[in-house]
């Protein structure tokens, strides 16, 4: 299902989420932004979580942009954030910690969860 998430980020802080980019076999979508981790302080918590895929980011689509496009406009955004997600009604996620699906790779995983920057997720390894 398609749904629109608001988020509000306030200049100092990140948009409290991790993604991937890729688009796996079973996406019929094309391309988009895979949500990997969330932040539980973060704007996205509670609107978000690990398995999502943003689509667009205050209407401007992730279509044919790069990795580096999209982690550059979720990276500018400030005040109320429109994100298009695209949530699999198979994603199932665990009430106590907000975790990635079992079998995604995280060794291209970004993160958004740093004010004014972004760096490689502490977790890939």
């Known amino acids: 299902m398609f749904f629109n998430a608001v988020l509000e980020r306030r200049s100092q802080e990140g948009l409290g989420l991790?993604?991937?980019r890729g688009y796996p076999e079973e996406w019929a979508l094309g391309y988009g932004a895979l949500v990997v981790d969330i932040l539980?302080?973060?704007?996205a918590y509670g609107k978000l979580r690990p398995g999502d895929v943003i689509i667009s980011v205050n209407g401007v689509s992730f279509e044919r942009k790069s990795h580096s496009e999209i982690l550059e406009l979720l990276r500018r955004v400030e005040g109320m954030v429109n994100l298009l997600v695209y949530r699999s009604?198979?994603?199932?996620?665990s009430e106590d910690r907000q975790k990635a699906p079992?079998?995604?790779?995280?060794?291209?995983?970004?993160s958004l969860f740093l004010p004014d920057g972004i760096s490689n997720n502490?977790?890939?390894?």
């Not at 539980?40 to 704007?43: E, K, L, Q, V």
Request: hydrophobic share 30%; with cysteine.
């Open 18 to 20: 991790a993604i991937r």
């Open 40 to 43: 539980p302080t973060g704007p």
């Open 89 to 93: 009604e198979e994603v199932e996620v």
């Open 102 to 110: 079992v079998g995604l790779n995280s060794a291209s995983c970004q």
């Open 122 to 125: 502490s977790q890939q390894k």
